[in-house]
């Protein structure tokens, strides 16, 4: 153990401190009576750049859930459970979020890579089956899992630094999450995307009230509701990934943005389009959507789902019918194999779920993903305390019967009234999400200086914020 000031703070990235001064001096002092000169100040930084780089190198073994590396310029995450599917589980996301924060405020890091093991996946989803027994006994991972992931969605969509997913592979639910809201998105001919979870009595959540309806037309809402899968190119050209790269050439390109140096966002979008542009792959195949635009748009922009099922079967038309007869989740977990081997109607769907998922997407289009992500948590925590979500369990991963018993069993069993208290506030017990800006005037040599720092603890009350940063005050916004 090392025992040095203040080892044990610099060590716990959740509790570390970011200073930025104006001048030349400056004062930390828990007191306040005593202070640290420039050279000690950059003494400790460099400190904690050291003791977060050993950490790191603990994290690196092959056996590991996540491997987190420093590599030249870059961070790079690496989801390492391909049995599993890379699947995030509350370990995973407990050492992902700091390593991002750390290496956010890191002036030696210029830019975060993630990326799967395995060859199958980039990350198939959440850990279900692990919440669903938690959820059972009533433990308290139910609570903890989905704040977990959701600050790190949240982490991602905020970080400063540029944000690189290569999603090569399965990339649904939680391995979405983990993309989606970066900088970057680089997708292959391997990538399989979907949003499929109202076959289980969930909702498309990690930020998909958010970047869903944000996309062309009325598709997101489509493939919110139907779980529709998108493979390769097709997942570019919705909107999901920003680039699209042959699956053999990742590692050049990691390769080649490791060796940037001090690179900006331009000069790796440059690097990337540069790769984007040599690809050839599924060139000249048309998007799987594209003859369907004009249908999506009409047919999924009713107001509830009542509506939508009646447009679709008032419609008639091949593909309308074909929506009726949509493949579900089982996909998912089970490998990827083809939508017509597995055909299951939009009934199969959890009636809650699809209601639940379309107020969400409605709401959420107008909503900054910090809003979408505190509906979510309140949304989460009803689907937890229901039924639809361990019978879609059940039905698709644990018995696989493929048979869910839905309670309600039909959509106009569920109530306005219902929908609405899922969506109501959570009081205390709502997600907490805004980073805390704290400002601390400091006296040093007759001179009055003004320090800036963030807490990574969010939604810490005022007296725990003067308990862990030596009496600063906050006039920042608690949300």
């Known amino acids: 153990m090392l025992l040095l000031p203040h080892a044990a703070l610099l060590a716990s990235p959740a509790k570390e401190l970011h200073l930025q001064m104006p001048s030349d001096h400056a004062a930390l002092s828990r007191t306040g009576s005593s202070s640290l000169s420039l050279f000690r100040l950059r003494a400790l930084n460099r400190l904690q750049v050291i003791l977060q ?165 009325k598709i997101g809402y489509y493939l919110a509701l139907t779980g529709c899968r998108l493979k390769g190119r097709d997942v570019l050209r919705v909107g999901i990934a920003t680039h699209f790269v042959e699956s053999e050439k990742l590692p050049a390109l990691e390769k080649d943005l490791i060796a940037l140096k001090s690179p900006s966002k331009e000069k790796i979008a440059d690097l990337l389009n540069s790769y984007h542009m040599k690809c050839t792959i599924d060139q000249e195949k048309e998007f799987a959507l594209d003859e369907h635009k004009e249908k999506i748009n009409s047919l999924f922009s009713a107001d509830s789902m009542e509506e939508i099922v009646k447009k679709l079967k008032q419609d008639g038309s091949p593909f309308a019918m074909k929506q009726l007869e949509i493949s579900s989740l ?52 009803a689907c937890m305390k229901g039924h639809d979500f361990y019978e879609g369990v059940r039905a698709v991963l644990i018995d696989k019967d493929q048979s869910p018993k839905w309670k309600p069993a039909a959509l106009e069993e569920v ?54 940063h030596y009496g600063v005050f906050s006039v920042g916004q608690f949300l």
């Open 53 to 217: 780089h050993l950490k790191m190198s603990k994290q690196t073994d092959s056996a590991a859930e996540v491997l987190l590396e420093k590599k030249g310029g870059a961070g790079i995450i690496t989801l390492n459970r391909p049995k599993a599917l890379n699947a995030l589980n509350l370990s995973m996301i407990k050492k992902i979020y700091p390593q991002i924060k750390t290496w956010e405020q890191d002036p030696e890091t210029f830019l975060i890579i993630i990326k799967g093991t395995g060859g199958k996946a980039f990350c198939a989803g959440g850990d279900i089956r692990a919440i669903t027994e938690a959820g059972k006994v009533g433990d308290k991972l139910i609570q903890d899992f989905f704040i977990g992931e959701y600050r790190l969605n949240n982490a991602i969509g905020t970080c400063k630094k540029p944000y690189v997913a290569l999603i090569d592979g399965i990339t649904m639910g939680g391995g979405v999450g983990v993309s989606v809201h970066g900088h970057f998105r680089v997708a292959t001919e391997k990538t399989v995307f979907a949003m499929p979870e109202t076959a289980i009595g969930l909702f498309p959540d990690v930020g998909g009230g958010y970047f869903l309806p944000r996309l062309s037309g």
């Open 330 to 381: 089982h996909i998912v977990w089970s490998l990827p194999m083809m939508v017509k081997q597995r055909l299951e109607t939009l009934n199969k769907m959890s009636p809650t779920s699809l209601k639940l998922t379309l107020r969400q997407l409605r709401e959420g289009a107008s909503m900054s993903l910090q809003e979408v992500l505190r509906m979510e948590y309140r949304l989460s925590q």
């Open 415 to 468: 109530s306005d009234e219902f929908v609405d208290n899922c969506f109501k506030p959570l009081g205390n017990d709502d997600l907490k999400l805004s980073q805390v800006h704290i400002l601390a005037f400091l006296k040093t040599r007759g001179r009055k200086l003004l320090l800036k720092c963030h807490s990574q603890q969010w939604g810490m009350k005022k007296s725990e914020l003067q308990q862990n």
